[in-house]
């Protein structure tokens, strides 16, 4: 029946979130604990700390997303749960708690890639049609997706190494910032005040003309760069020092993701493919440089730049329960009973 409406549940990582969604896209209750001191406190994630912590508030967060929605359990048609990629034992979390609901009531079961529910949650908010082109880029993954429809993803490119987002907690780091949100956000803050072209450092695999992404050796180059200004002592007491390396490495990054994405354009126009439409999703997709220049670059070749709001690109329940509600359209359900969790699911 339409319109239906959709539970969604999200732990895939260090956020606990759920969701109550209606298949034409209104929101109607939404709750999200993280646990972002928990990460500063232990330098990253640390899966059992994050799992229990997962399980001290799952009921919870899905209760006070139905009490919003002024709804009860029995009430929603479907039920969806991220099943991977991510930490097996903290995925299992919002499984079970879910897969609870949907025996109980006798309710459809969506199983769902994290991915997947990164990319569409693009269109709960936005006139976007298939196909359209996707740059994902978050603390766990960096890829390039040409989304041809529901389930119908084609890699153009992904990381050799570290994430976009990896990289910015990163250099974060190593220039002693606190990361309590994430390092990117501190990072962007800090290069507000720098200047982007004071360290020259090489853009990733410019000479390698495909879509992949690599990061790591930039980390580096900003170790070096420190070493070269004195150290960590010198480079942290001096703003000034602090904001360029911080801006320079922003902008690097930018040029990288530029030089993929007019790639990527590239190839869609080489095989006539009709999509005209970029989708910038993940965590890092908050960054302004990140959306200015991306947003140039499209206008330029005539494409269409499209941003989630923030809060929907980082990690939540409403991508979870909204790729639940595509699924279903497709009348794509999943059987509980040959179900389990997946660590890693490209
Ligand atoms: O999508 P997300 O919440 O979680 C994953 O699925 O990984 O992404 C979190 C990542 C972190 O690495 C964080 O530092 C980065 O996104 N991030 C940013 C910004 N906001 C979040 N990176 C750069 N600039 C930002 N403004
Ligand atoms: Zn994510």
Known sequence: RDPF??????????????????????VLGESRVSQDALTEAWGGVVPHVA??????????VIHQALHEAQLHERDVDAVAATMGPGLEICLRVGYR????????????????NHLEAHVLVARLDSQVSFPFLTLL????????????????????????????????????RLL?????????????QLALKGDAHAIPFPVPMAKRPDCNFSF????????????????????????????DVAASFQETCVRHLEHRVRRALKLCAKHNLSANTLVVSGGVA?????????????????????????????????????????????????????????????
Request: proline letters at 2%.
């Open 216 to 243: 790591a050796g930039l980390k580096t180059s900003v170790r070096v760069a420190i070493d070269k200004l004195g150290g960590d002592e010198v480079v942290r007491g001096d703003e000034r020092l602090m904001a």
């Open 5 to 26: 409406i959709v539970l969604g549940v999200e732990s895939s990582c260090d956020d606990t979130a759920a969701a109550i969604v209606r298949s034409d896209g209104a």
């Open 176 to 188: 002693g910032l606190e990361v309590g949100a994430g390092g990117g956000p501190a990072l962007e």
């Open 286 to 346: 908050a960054n302004m440089v990140v959306r200015t220049r991306l947003q140039k670059l499209c206008e330029r070749a005539q494409w269409k730049c499209v941003f989630p709001k923030v809060r929907l690109c980082t990690d939540n329940g409403v991508m979870v329960a909204w790729t639940g509600i595509e699924r279903l359209r497709m009348g794509i359900a999943d059987d509980t009973k040959n179900l389990d969790v997946r660590a890693r699911w490209p």
């Open 137 to 172: 880029v978050s603390g766990g993954h960096c890829q390039l997706l040409l989304v041809r429809g529901v389930a119908q993803y084609e890699v153009l490119g992904g990381t050799l190494d570290d994430a976009l987002g990896e990289a910015f907690d990163k250099t974060a």
């Open 97 to 112: 708690a879910a897969r609870q609901i949907a025996t109980t009531y006798e309710k459809d079961f969506v199983g769902v």
């Open 51 to 60: 799992r229990d912590a997962h399980a001290a508030v799952i009921e919870r």
